[in-house]
Structure formats: structure tokens, C-alpha cells
């Protein structure tokens, strides 16, 4: 199926979810975040769609001007067709439905968007950083993260951006 | 030597016990057998046939109860920082540390943006041999660890430190 294929198809079923956004590419499609899990579970089951495989979950952060995301990458094996879904939050509380019970590999995916952005994936059953300590502080790639001092008594050297190489 | 020389048989050894200890100690220091990145590559490559550590007494141990050396080969995470340390401090009595790589000696490649990297594993444990290399060649580890036998050589456990 062709992008125009699965926007109709999402269309008809949750009419008004489809932001339009003329920047994306030709297998990206963005979505209000608010009934996200019904869209979910809609583009699994139905026949037409089929999206059987959950490939991979990011986070996006463009900045403070720009937009703090959740992207979701699906492909049919059935079909062979795939999409990259786009969900933008609120930058103060990030939040968003798990699709976790769904695809069961979206367990470790949140996880690991949590650890990294701070995006909080509501509905998951054990939504605990994967990568960094449990007492980590901050979100490590958002654009505004700083860096820890000091850690359980280990000083962390601070290095001057502006230096760069001497 | 002078007075005790030639007053035994040709199959009696004299030697200070320092000496002795020294020699024991620095021909067969075991070392603990784990990597965190890269390094334990060529710190595996080291241990096996073609550069063969145990032509220099070095045989790999997974318990830090019995190992003598620590050799940290790898990038320290912070996360990793922690572990290092308790398995320092699991080790038995005399102990040393080899750093082996630039990860492991400075942060490496890591130094400025690796908001998550230990820069320089001396900064939770003592290091006795910096090791240089991204990562070192074996002979480059080989080297690094005579070193440190060089050095085992050269204390004197059963002498009394002067305060």
C-alpha cells in the first residue's frame, strides 16, 4: 500500500488524527498522540494495514523552539508495506500511550526513549531506565541536557566546550 | 653475601627473603580476566597462543579473590565505575592495576562529549602501568605488563617502612 492508501485508511476509521505537515517524507505520517492506542491497535488487527512488526522507536528533540517526538517505525511482512508514525508531546510532560502490550518488543524500545528523553509511555508495565543507572539524572539527549558533577563521590572533569581540541 | 659465600653445597640457594618474595611474586602475577570494550580484544589476543601470556606468568583468573592484576581494558562507564571498584576492592592483598588503553587511562575518545564515560579509571582506583593505544597491540600490553613485573621486582615486603 502507498502512503495515500494508509492515511484514507486511518482516515475513515479516526477521522481529524492526521496532522498535516508538508516537511515529512514519503513514508512518514504525523498523528495526534491522543487516541493513539485505539490507532495502534487498528493499524495491528486491521487485515488492510497489517502492521505486524514494530521496527524501531526513537525520540526526536529539534530544541526548544522545535518539537520533543516519539517515532514510530512499522512494517507489514504481510503486505510488505512500512510507515514511520510521528507523535509530538508537550516539552513540561511528556506523555504518551505504551503500544507495549501490542508488540512486545516495544518493551525494551520505550524503555530505552524513556532512559534517553524523559517521554513517559503510560501503560507500561515496568517503564524503568534501561541503559543509564537507575539513579541517573537528567534525560541524555535532550538538547538541554547538562551533565552530571559529580557521581556516588566520582568527580566528573568539566571540559570547555569552546576549547575544543589544544 | 660476602661472609655466607661459598660456606654452602652447590644445591643451596641464599638469597634475602625480600629478594625471594619479590621474585615469586612479580614471575606470576595472575591477572583478572574481564574487558569492557575493545581492548579486551587484543587483551584476549594477548592471552592466547601467538602472544601467549603465560610465557610470562600470567594466567587469567575469573575471581577477583585470586587475581594479583586488574587490568582495566575497556572504556569505564560510570555505571561501570561502581562495579570496578567493589571488584578492586574484592581483590586480595598485594594488588595492582594496569589501564590499558586510552579509554581506560583518560576517557579516550569519550574525553569530552561521553557525558556517561569515568575519564580515567584512576579516579576510583590506584593504577600502577598505563598501557597507551586505541587500542594497544599485544606487544604494546606485553610490554606494559613487564613493566609492572619490573616493579613487583623491586619491593620489599618484609622490610620495615620508616614512618
Redesign the interface.
Known amino acids: 500500500m502507498t502512503l495515500v492508501e494508509i492515511k484514507s485508511a486511518i482516515n475513515s476509521q479516526f477521522p481529524g488524527v492526521i496532522i498535516d505537515n508538508e516537511e515529512l517524507g514519503d513514508h512518514q505520517l504525523e498523528l495526534n498522540g491522543d487516541k493513539w492506542l485505539d490507532i495502534a491497535t487498528f493499524m495491528k488487527e486491521d487485515p488492510i494495514l497489517s502492521f505486524d512488526q514494530l521496527e524501531c522507536i526513537t525520540g526526536y528533540d529539534g530544541g526548544e523552539e522545535a518539537a520533543l517526538q516519539t517515532r514510530y517505525n512499522f512494517h507489514s511482512m504481510e503486505h510488505r508495506h512500512k510507515i514511520e508514525i510521528i507523535i509530538s508531546h508537550d516539552r513540561e510532560e511528556p506523555r504518551v500511550a505504551s503500544i507495549e502490550k501490542l508488540w512486545r518488543i516495544g518493551d525494551w524500545f520505550e524503555r530505552e526513549t524513556y532512559d534517553m528523553f524523559g517521554i513517559i509511555y503510560e501503560g507500561h508495565r515496568d517503564l524503568r531506565r534501561i541503559l543509564?543507572?537507575d539513579d541517573?539524572e537528567g534525560w541524555?539527549l535532550r538538547k538541554n541536557?547538562k551533565?552530571?558533577e559529580l557521581?556516588?563521590g566520582?568527580?566528573?572533569?568539566k571540559?570547555k566546550?569552546e576549547d575544543g581540541w589544544e | 653475601m660476602g661472609v655466607l659465600e661459598n660456606k654452602f653445597q652447590d644445591n643451596v640457594i641464599v638469597a634475602s627473603m625480600d629478594k625471594l618474595l619479590g621474585w615469586a611474586r612479580s614471575t606470576s602475577p595472575w591477572y583478572f580476566q574481564f574487558g569492557l570494550a575493545c581492548c579486551a580484544i587484543e587483551m584476549m589476543s594477548s592471552a592466547a597462543s601467538r602472544h601467549d601470556l603465560e610465557r610470562i606468568g600470567m594466567m587469567p583468573r575469573s575471581s577477583p579473590r585470586q587475581a594479583d592484576v586488574m587490568i582495566v581494558a575497556g572504556t569505564v562507564t560510570m555505571k561501570m565505575a561502581l562495579r570496578v571498584k567493589k571488584l578492586y576492592e574484592q581483590m586480595a592483598e598485594p594488588k595492582y592495576v594496569i589501564s590499558m588503553g586510552s579509554c581506560a587511562t583518560s576517557g579516550g575518545p569519550y574525553w569530552q562529549h561521553g557525558y556517561h564515560v569515568l575519564k580515567g579509571v584512576d579516579l576510583v582506583v590506584p593504577v600502577d602501568v598505563y598501557v597507551p593505544g586505541c587500542p594497544p597491540r599485544p606487544e604494546a600490553l606485553i610490554e606494559g605488563l613487564l613493566k609492572l613485573q619490573e616493579k613487583i621486582q623491586t619491593e620489599r615486603p618484609l622490610t620495615r617502612k620508616t614512618v
Not at chain 1, 566520582?154 to 572533569?157: E, H, K, N, T, Y
Open positions: 543509564c543507572p541517573w541524555p541536557y551533565g552530571q557521581y556516588h566520582i568527580v566528573v572533569p571540559i566546550e
